[in-house]
């Protein structure tokens, strides 16, 4: 084992404890802005990076990190592999402070504007991602919507506080950056008002990975390699689409930035296709099914999917893996609901609504009134909360 100092030392022995790995190596590494990381080497020659996280962590936040993190590594999505303690605990506590183990990636993160091609690579990552994603449950963290709700005048405030800071530093490009915040505000004033009410009403949520900017991208050439340091927040998949697709550095240094923004648009939307969204309201004895402003409502009959919804509105789980199957059902294949609810079950004496996408429920419907034996949603969309 190399010489360590006490900090290195430290670690390798939170390592053997917790996750019985002999480190050969350890070194502190100056990455990540929440936790302190070490670069460790086995034994056995594995390459590992430790994180420990501050006393005051959120735990909760963390650990819906890692967990979302390990659901979208199962997913065969490019995410490193999270190390389990002896517990079987990704998050591992030790003397009040909470610790991550997870596998090197390779890749570094890119330090120069998007090229088109790289952007084509992250849209497709990106796109996988949400349709994964769509069936995760809601995390806690919910993503602000400044960009909706925040003040105009408060950020053309914020234009004339950077110009002020940059004639203060006396920087060499002033003139050149006098002429963009201009065009910012002008932006401003004749933009924001009507995009903003150009917009729905209401938008769908989903869980997302809440960070997944360039620096949690670690590229090789113009592949994403891997996807790091999750957040693990409940927002809409525009927004980071559009936060991803829209690079400080790729827009203001590289000439073809908008052949990188509707890249990967393109890209996104080759792996997560634009369905037409229903909805579904339930009661024991009847179903709404339709579009806002277009729906009709049909009384149960007893056929399969019929006692089915019937049933799962007697308190059965409505979401996941897990849910019993309808009768005359295959009994040995586990069968996931084709609609995902605001909670994990309801009583028989209220409604419930749910959000699906439109062919997935023809399908279900049309398979199990053939006979039941070929309906399964494994991805329904996300519920608006």
């Known amino acids: 084992m190399e010489e360590m100092n006490w900090e290195d030392e430290m670690t390798a022995e939170v390592l053997a404890d917790r996750y019985g790995i002999e480190a050969e190596s350890v070194e502190q590494v100056p990455m990540g802005t929440d936790t302190v990381n070490w670069r460790v080497v086995t034994s056995s020659g594995q390459r590992l990076y430790a994180k420990e996280y501050p006393a005051t962590a959120d735990l909760e936040a963390a650990r819906a990190a890692w967990d979302m993190s390990e659901f979208c590594r199962a997913a065969r999505l490019p995410v490193p592999r999270v190390w389990p303690d002896r517990a079987g605990n990704l998050l591992s506590l030790t003397d009040g402070r909470p610790w991550a183990l997870v596998d090197e990636a390779p890749g570094s993160v890119a330090t120069s504007a998007m090229t088109v091609a790289r952007a084509e690579h992250v849209g497709m990552v990106l796109g996988r991602m949400h349709r994964v ?37 006396q920087r060499e490009n002033l003139g050149a950056l006098r002429s963009q915040i201009a065009q910012r505000r002008e932006d401003l004033h004749a933009h924001a008002n009507r995009l903003r009410a150009a917009l729905p009403e209401e938008l769908v949520e989903q869980a997302l990975h809440g960070d997944f ?36 550095r790729t827009i203001a240094s590289s000439e073809p930035w908008a052949d990188c923004i509707l890249a990967m648009v393109a890209a996104y939307r080759s792996e997560r296709a634009i369905c037409d969204l229903m909805f579904v309201s339930m009661s024991p004895d009847r179903v709404t099914v339709g579009a806002p402003g277009r729906s009709t409502s049909t ?33 040995t294949s586990p069968w996931t609901a084709p609609t995902r609810c605001h909670s994990a079950s309801t009583s028989a004496a209220a409604p419930s609504t749910c959000w699906l996408t439109a062919n997935r429920w023809r399908a279900s ?8 034996r070929t309906g399964r949603c494994t991805s329904p969309s996300p519920t608006p909360t």
Request: with cysteine; net charge positive.
């Open 133 to 169: 994603l769509a069936a995760y449950p809601l995390p806690r963290l919910r993503q602000h919507a400044r960009w909706r709700t925040g003040s105009i005048q408060g950020a053309l405030a914020r234009c004339d506080t950077v110009l002020d800071a940059a004639r203060d530093q």
């Open 213 to 248: 900017t360039r620096t949690n991208q670690l590229v090789l050439g113009d592949a994403v390699t891997a996807v790091i340091d999750f957040r693990a927040a409940r927002a809409l998949p525009a927004w980071e689409l559009g936060r991803a697709s829209c690079d400080p």
């Open 365 to 372: 419907a049309a398979a199990w009134h053939r006979g039941g």
């Open 299 to 331: 009384p149960l009959r007893p056929t399969r999917l019929g006692v089915y919804v019937r049933a799962t509105l007697s308190g059965a789980k409505v979401a996941g893996i897990g849910s019993p199957p309808p009768p005359g059902g295959p009994p």
